[in-house]
């Protein structure tokens, strides 16, 4: 029996890799135009890295997580985000020194052991943006602006919800509150049970219906904020307005990962059935101190590919594979040789260029060049070599054009070139 793909690990095949490609060059095109900078970190780590950045009682380090022993007995991880990696290489590469404000940003593969089902894989990809190094408010709203841009010219369209999960100095009051709160409910989950003596807040983030119906009514972490943060979750909104990014407050927002502190935001759809969040992030100021680098603050956001991918492809219109320039439809031993040569120049001069090697009959090839999806077809026949005058045939609008066979091959290629440049 033929070996299949792991469950929740998928291929992505050609017919569906354009649409990654459009989403990727798009996402590149526009965080080049916010002065990121691209990094590539390795997929496997120490596995406290993670443990110490998303935090040990999370969901993702106690139950999804690929980790297993090396050889030598050490504990490594399949990076479950990006955002532990791009620190751990910020502070172990010194980038820190490079420039106070740095933006950073990868794309690659994550991977959770999480029940797949649509817009949910255990090897997924991210777009993961960081910006390190300014705790301004602007630096949050720029964020959330570049974030909307991605997903506004890739033609979709989701809503941005915010909340502000404080800092050290807020979050104590508030988990005070919250245990008040949860005192005396005893039919919570195992895990909010015990997640409640550990790390209140994670409470929130539990999916298990009967839990999450208590927590409607929970205390809001927004009315606990500190002055500083409140102040600056204000400043944040304003900045928003400026940009005209709309957002709904979703004080219910309390992210699944340990190291957020003040901002958070997801990007959220409904089209996509149980998995909404298209993208994620928040501020977390500390967490390079905390990983043994500098006290630089810093708030980033990760946007999930196969769900960007699945909302494009739920559109009618389909993004197409590049099309042909050329085809060169030759008929006959010689001018299939010449053929074959012309192809290799003209893809040296940079053009797309194809032509059938069983050499059929040119209402064959021109069907050929048609499922090609070609801009253009060289005709070249018995007669056209007599003559050594090829003919140029627009796809398009059918009118038809000399050109002429002689001279040196790649000088030949750049005219061919520029001839089609002007037609
Ligand atoms: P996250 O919310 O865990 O945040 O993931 C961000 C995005 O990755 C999600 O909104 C979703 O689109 C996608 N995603 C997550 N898990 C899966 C999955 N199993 N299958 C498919 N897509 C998935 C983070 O990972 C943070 N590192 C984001 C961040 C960057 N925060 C600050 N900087």
């Known amino acids: 029996m033929a ?4 469950k929740g690990f998928k291929d992505v095949v050609p017919g569906d890799v354009e649409t ?11 965080l080049h135009r916010f002065g990121c900078a691209e990094i590539k970190t390795p997929i496997l780590e120490k596995t406290k890295l993670f443990k110490r950045s998303i935090g040990e009682t999370t969901d993702i380090v ?10 030598n007995g050490s504990s490594l991880t399949m990076r479950p985000e990006g955002t532990a990696s791009v620190l751990r290489a910020y502070i172990e590469n010194g980038l820190y020194q490079a420039k106070p404000i740095q933006n950073i940003y990868t794309i690659g593969p994550m991977f959770r052991h999480e029940r797949p089902q649509k817009g949910r894989l255990r090897q997924f990809h991210q777009i993961s943006v960081e910006v390190l190094g300014t705790d301004l408010p602007r ?39 919250l245990l008040d709160y949860l005192a005396g409910i005893e039919d919570l989950c195992e895990d909010c049970l015990r997640r409640r003596e550990t790390n209140p807040l994670r409470v929130l983030d539990c999916k298990n219906e009967q839990c999450q119906a208590y ?18 979750f204000n400043a944040v909104k304003s900045d928003l307005d400026r940009l005209d990014v709309a957002y709904r407050v979703n004080h219910f927002m309390v992210r699944g990962l340990d190291y957020y502190t003040r901002t958070t935001f997801e990007l959220i759809t409904g089209d996509l059935g149980a998995q909404s969040a298209v993208g994620a992030g928040g501020r977390y100021d500390g967490l390079v101190k905390q990983l043994g680098g500098p006290d630089v603050p810093g708030i980033g956001f990760g946007m ?23 085809f060169i439809a030759a008929l006959g031993a010689k001018a299939q040789d010449m053929a074959f040569e012309m192809c290799h120049k003209l893809r040296s001069s940079g053009l797309f260029v194809a032509m059938d090697y069983q050499d059929r009959a040119l209402k064959n090839q021109m069907k050929q060049a048609d499922k090609a999806g070609a801009d253009f077809v060289l005709i070249l026949g018995e007669d056209e070599l007599v003559k050594n005058v090829g003919i140029l045939r627009n796809m398009q ?27």
């Open 3 to 6: 070996v299949k793909a792991l």
């Open 304 to 326: 999930g590919m196969e769900r960007l991918a699945l909302l494009l492809e739920q559109r009618e219109e389909k993004i197409a594979p590049p099309g042909v320039d050329v």
């Open 20 to 30: 990654w490609q459009f989403i990727e060059g798009m996402a590149r095109d526009i």
């Open 62 to 71: 106690e139950k999804e997580m690929y980790t297993f022993a090396d050889r």
């Open 139 to 177: 630096a949050d709203a720029e964020l959330m602006a570049m974030a909307a841009l991605i997903i506004e010219e890739l033609g979709l369209s989701v809503s941005l919800e915010i909340n502000s999960l404080g800092c050290k100095k807020c979050r104590p009051g508030f988990n005070t509150a």
């Open 215 to 232: 927590y409607k009514d929970a205390p809001a972490i927004l009315d606990h904020l500190c002055g500083d943060c409140d102040s600056h």
């Open 397 to 423: 609008s059918r009118d038809q054009y000399d050109v002429s066979l002689g001279g040196d091959l790649a000088e030949w290629a750049i005219s061919l070139v520029d001839m089609i440049d002007k037609l």
